[in-house]
């Protein structure tokens, strides 16, 4: 159900996100919001705030790949996409290989290319696409909404690579087999991982691959962590995080962030 919050009273707002932090924390999942807790963007200066981060820290033009959403959903995304943006930004070294795992249509690829290109161009850095563009792998069932992209996914990835080919690599199969495919160089020169499968095991698992190359300081990037509708991926990475001893950071816009060391 979509709500116009802009019509409700502050009691009437407030009775939503209470209801809303119940049904995280009857799922097992803390989070600044199960706890009550917003960023209010609904005062003057927290609006003028929020389009000024914008315009100085998201220069590319998502609306291709957004398509035609919510404004408040298109914002939503984009907060998530300016975390994505700054650590990327931090990750940008010399011989770095990227790696956007779950890379579905480019929502991520197209305005990280678009902000970065030129920098990774000079320091010589790879940015690897991954994606199945055919669904879960057959008789995973926890995968069942693992890649679910829209049609035409693979054609759009496949026109950001060839927009940005001196740095971009389109890799089509599923994860973590494909892993295998890359070559355990290009693993250990690895600064940051953008994971978004939509499923808990074929995430664990491609992190488990992946874990023994990553150098220290790489920063992995969970789309779906502390989203009521990602209970299973909460538990899984708390777990991975915990064995590995490797900090797991939850963001208010439901991401995580891993580090490794």
């Excluded at 990553?214 to 779906?224: E, F």
């Excluded at 590995?244 to 991401?255: K, R």
Aim: glycine share 6%.
């Amino acid at each position: 159900t979509v709500v116009d919050l802009s019509s409700l009273s502050m009691p009437e707002l407030y009775n939503i996100f209470k209801s809303s932090a119940k049904l995280l924390r009857n799922n097992g999942i803390l989070s600044q919001a199960s706890d009550e807790l917003y960023t209010s963007i609904i005062g003057p200066f927290a609006i003028n705030d929020f389009e000024e981060l914008f315009s100085k820290s998201i220069e590319a033009d998502t609306r291709m790949c957004l398509g035609d959403f919510s404004d408040r959903r298109d914002k939503a995304f984009r907060w998530r996409l300016h975390i994505l943006l700054e650590y990327a930004s931090s990750a940008l070294k010399k011989n770095a290989v990227f790696l956007d795992l779950g890379c579905g249509s480019g929502m991520i690829a197209s305005p990280l290319l678009s902000k970065f290109y030129e920098k990774m161009l000079l320091l010589n850095i790879s940015y690897n696409m991954v994606d199945s563009f055919a669904g879960a792998a057959i008789g995973d069932e926890s995968a069942t909404n693992t890649y679910n992209r829209h049609d035409g996914a693979f054609e759009m990835s496949r026109k950001i690579v060839n927009q940005y080919s001196d740095v971009a690599i389109l890799r089509s199969g599923f994860l973590p087999k494909v892993l295998i495919e890359i070559d355990v160089d290009l693993l250990m020169r690895v600064t940051f991982v953008s994971l978004d499968l939509n499923a808990a095991k074929p995430e664990i698992d491609s992190l488990k691959y992946l874990l023994p190359y990553l150098p220290s300081g790489c920063i992995v990037i969970l789309d779906d962590f502390g989203f009521p509708g990602s209970r299973s991926q909460y538990f899984a990475h708390l777990q991975f995080a915990s064995m590995h001893d490797v900090p797991l950071i939850h963001l208010p816009t439901g991401q995580g962030i891993l580090i490794i060391r």
